[in-house]
């Protein structure tokens, strides 16, 4: 699965993560790269991978680009993961909820 290997590089998996707290907005490219003091290049690399599995989406606001969770695409990944917990049988979560659209509650 794409978005399993796009998380599986621990870099990536910090950007991913620092995302998902930002909430819809996202951040810019500077934002993350001070955040996480990952140059932009090597940034720039692992942003287009997570863009690639579906994991992040991008938006330019003038010279500027910025990157957000994409919080369907996470919802989807944790339903997938489990589906089928509880050796196939019907299992409630630990909270009410397990979808997430990027506000804290």
Do not use: W
């Not at 339903?79 to 049988?89: A, D, S, V």
């Amino acid at each position: 699965m794409t978005l399993l290997a796009a998380l599986a590089q621990d870099t990536r998996l910090a950007i991913y993560r620092l995302l998902v707290q930002q909430g819809p907005a996202g951040m810019s490219v500077g934002q993350i790269s001070e955040a996480l003091g990952v140059v932009g290049a090597t940034l720039s690399f692992h942003l287009k991978e997570l863009s690639h599995a579906g994991l992040v989406l991008s938006r330019q606001e003038g010279r500027f680009i910025y990157y957000a969770a994409n919080y369907a695409e996470m919802n989807a990944l944790l339903g997938f993961l489990t589906e089928n917990c509880c050796r196939g049988e019907p299992c409630e979560p630990a909270s009410s909820s397990i979808s997430c659209d990027g506000t804290c509650r």
